[in-house]
Each structure stands twice: as structure tokens, then as C-alpha cells.
């Protein structure tokens, strides 16, 4: 987005007044949330959403690997289909290339439909790498929803169950935000099978008092709909922001909008990872730092498991949950979806959470990031202009 755009998103309302309506016409009453803090919290719920289902179950997910966890899924995705209760699987091609064939055939063969987002083939028309779906998004019955930053992997997995229990968040929605979500699921099946299917969701089903945004990044229209959301909430912000994002690279109409709420005195804070599972990428994001440090924007570092989270709460009213990293691949080339969130009781669950990783994190401090290594400061520069080149 060039800069005169950013410009006229910031003008949509006035610095530091604490409005979040911005596109208020998006956000739907009568949801209920749950806050899943933890990857086992997330599949326990997500597997007695799908046991439960009488109509459709709808998985899409950047990652689904026949691990054990993956395994699991299927098992139950299965025994679901089995039954009668209509099963699709949407999955990406990249993110889920190292999936055992044997697996996926099992599945197809217990009535489980399935989608191989963008196929790996480089020989067909107009075929690129970077165009991936990055959503984690389950919709049962168009009436339970979950999504955040949880994949189908044993990453997530608790470290009893064998698996690395990654350091992220899922939230669980039942309301009319949930057919929205529904919308986007049937929207991705459609325009790549071109078979359609109707929603078993109704826009009426009240279950709570939150209201929620389904934002989403889509091909080439609204590519920007989530980052402009953001934008928008960190100009509003009065007194703090709190961020945890894992792969925090931000562009930089990001960058003046944080440093902008920091120098009108709101509590900038950005929980970042210190320990990666993506090295290039990692670094990519660490060449900002300074940037950030010198404008007030204090940066916390995760030491614990790898942190996977993409959240962000201001001033305990708005809040954002979902697949969304602050990073270019997610603003320019991945489907992503975020729930933004108007609903004081979750903005206060979420904000013990940061509060509790905040005091649990090393902050960086500007004297002694600029003492790093040389190597450090190159790897960082040499990686963020190979993440410009894409």
C-alpha cells in the first residue's frame, strides 16, 4: 500500500480517541467466544465440535500433517463421514507438503472430500510458490467456528502427547459470525472446484454478546482488509498495545503507525520470538528492531517454546485473533483470516495472557541490541532484502 493510502486509513478517525468503529458496519452481535490458550485446549474443543456435527464439517488449514495429531483428525473426520455428515478438507499444497499419500487416500475413501490448495507444479500457466492459504479454520454446521494460529501438527501438540506444544492461541466461536466464517470456507471450495454448496448456518443464530469482525485477506480483492483494520485500531489506541506476533516483520506504514501511538504516549509492547522455527524470517523481522527501540516501541522476546501466536489487544477493548503474521507474505500473497473483536470479558482474558508471557519474556533494550554481533547485523540485512524480493 503506497503511503498517500496510508495517509487516508489514518484519517478515518482522529489520533488517540479511543474509537474502534472503524467499518462498524463489519462487526456482528450475538457471538459467544472461548479463549483456547493452549494448541491440546484447541484440538480438545475443535474434536468435540466435530463429534458433535449433524450436518457439515469444514477444515481449512495451512498445515495438516500425518503425524499423530493429524492422524487424530482423520480418525474422527472419518467416523463423521461415515455417518453421513458431509466433510470437506481444504489444506496447502506447501504447508502440507511432506503429507503421507496413504493418509489422504483413507480419508478419501471414508467419504472425506478433499482440496489441495495450489498444488506444487511449476510446469502449469501462471503457477507460483508464493500464493499459499495460510487460514486455520474449522466451521461446524455453519454454527461453531475456531480459528487463531493453530495448525494440525504435533508443533502443537502437548509435550506429554509427544508433541513440541508451540506457544500460541485458538478461540472458539458459536454465534453469526460463524456462517461468515462458513462464507469464506465455501468461497476458497467454489473458485477452486467450481462446485458450490449451501451454507447448513443462519446469520440468526444468537449465542452471545460479543461482536466480531470475520476479516479476511483474499486473492488479489481486499488484500489488504486485515492490515487496514490495524492500522486503523493503533491510530485509535489512547493508552496501550499490546502485541504478540511470531513472525513480526512490519511493513512500514505498520512501523509509523506504532511508533506514532508511542510518541503520543500509549504503551507500545510487542512480545516477538526468541527462539524460531524459520531462521530467514526470523532475522528478516530483527532488522526493524532498532527502528522500533529508538521510537518508544518496547520489544519482549518469548524464550520458551516457539512462539506462534498472532494476537493484538489496545486499550482492553479491541481485540484480533487469527492467522495473520505482521510480515510481507501475509499482506501480500497468503488468504489469512482474523477475528477482530469488540467484547470487554475476552479483551480481558487475552490481556492476562500477554501480562503472564509479558513478565515471563527478556526485554530488549536499545544500548545493548546496538552491542550485537556483526554477523547478527548482516544475516539480518541480507535476509530482509531476500523477503523484499518476493
Known amino acids: 500500500m503506497a503511503i498517500p493510502e496510508f495517509k487516508r486509513i489514518l484519517k478515518l478517525?482522529?489520533?488517540?480517541?479511543?474509537?474502534?468503529?472503524?467499518?462498524?458496519?463489519?462487526?456482528?452481535?450475538?457471538?459467544?467466544?472461548?479463549?483456547?490458550?493452549?494448541?491440546?485446549?484447541a484440538y480438545r474443543s475443535m474434536w468435540d465440535a466435530i463429534e458433535g456435527a449433524k450436518e457439515t464439517v469444514h477444515l481449512e488449514t495451512y498445515i495438516f500433517s500425518s503425524d499423530k495429531t493429524g492422524q487424530e483428525f482423520a480418525r474422527r473426520l472419518e467416523a463423521q463421514a461415515r455417518k453421513g455428515v458431509r466433510v470437506r478438507v481444504i489444506f496447502d499444497a506447501v504447508g502440507s507438503l511432506d503429507i503421507d499419500q496413504v493418509f489422504l487416500t483413507r480419508m478419501r475413501n471414508a467419504g472425506v472430500q478433499l482440496l489441495e490448495y495450489h498444488p506444487v507444479a511449476p510446469w502449469r500457466p501462471r503457477w507460483t510458490w508464493t500464493r499459499r492459504d495460510h487460514r486455520k479454520l474449522l466451521v461446524v454446521d455453519g454454527k461453531v467456528a475456531f480459528t487463531g494460529g493453530v495448525n494440525i501438527s504435533d508443533e502443537h501438540a502437548p509435550i506429554a502427547e509427544g508433541g513440541s506444544d508451540w506457544h500460541d492461541v485458538h478461540v472458539r466461536l458459536e454465534g453469526p459470525a460463524a456462517y461468515q466464517a462458513e462464507r469464506l470456507f465455501r468461497s476458497v471450495?467454489?473458485?477452486?472446484t467450481q462446485r458450490w454448496f449451501a451454507s447448513e448456518g443462519h446469520p440468526d443464530h444468537l449465542r452471545g454478546e460479543s461482536k466480531v469482525w470475520?476479516?479476511?485477506?483474499?486473492?488479489?480483492?481486499?488484500r489488504y482488509r486485515i492490515r487496514s483494520a490495524y492500522l486503523s485500531a493503533l491510530r485509535a489506541a489512547?493508552?496501550?498495545?499490546?502485541?504478540?506476533?511470531?513472525?513480526?516483520s512490519p511493513d512500514l506504514p505498520t512501523r509509523l503507525a506504532l511508533s506514532a501511538a508511542a510518541k503520543r504516549g500509549v504503551s507500545v509492547r510487542v512480545l516477538v520470538q526468541g527462539r524460531t522455527d524459520i531462521t530467514s524470517i526470523w532475522y528478516a523481522g530483527r532488522y526493524h528492531y532498532d527502528y522500533l527501540l529508538r521510537h518508544d516501541v518496547r520489544l519482549f522476546e518469548w524464550m520458551g517454546t516457539v512462539l506462534h501466536s498472532k494476537t493484538a489487544l489496545i486499550d482492553r477493548q479491541w481485540a484480533s485473533v487469527g492467522s495473520y503474521n505482521m510480515d510481507r507474505?501475509?499482506?501480500?500473497?497468503?488468504?489469512?483470516?482474523?477475528?477482530?473483536?469488540?467484547?470487554?470479558?475476552?479483551?480481558?482474558?487475552?490481556?492476562?495472557?500477554?501480562?503472564?508471557?509479558?513478565?515471563?519474556a527478556r526485554e530488549i533494550k536499545l544500548d545493548e541490541w546496538r552491542r550485537r554481533p556483526a554477523?547478527?547485523?548482516?544475516?539480518?540485512?541480507?535476509?530482509?532484502?531476500?523477503?523484499?524480493a518476493f
Open 375 to 388: 554477523f547478527d547485523k548482516i544475516a539480518e540485512a541480507v535476509c530482509y532484502l531476500l523477503t523484499r
Open 238 to 248: 489512547a493508552r496501550e498495545v499490546r502485541i504478540a506476533n511470531a513472525y513480526f
Open 13 to 41: 478517525t482522529p489520533a488517540g480517541n479511543g474509537d474502534f468503529s472503524y467499518q462498524a458496519d463489519k462487526y456482528i452481535g450475538g457471538n459467544k467466544l472461548t479463549l483456547l490458550p493452549t494448541g491440546g485446549e
Open 329 to 360: 507474505w501475509s499482506l501480500l500473497h497468503n488468504l489469512e483470516v482474523n477475528l477482530n473483536i469488540l467484547d470487554p470479558d475476552f479483551a480481558a482474558q487475552l490481556n492476562a495472557r500477554f501480562e503472564g508471557d509479558m513478565s515471563q
Open 189 to 192: 471450495w467454489f473458485k477452486e
Open 214 to 222: 470475520v476479516a479476511a485477506n483474499e486473492e488479489f480483492l481486499h
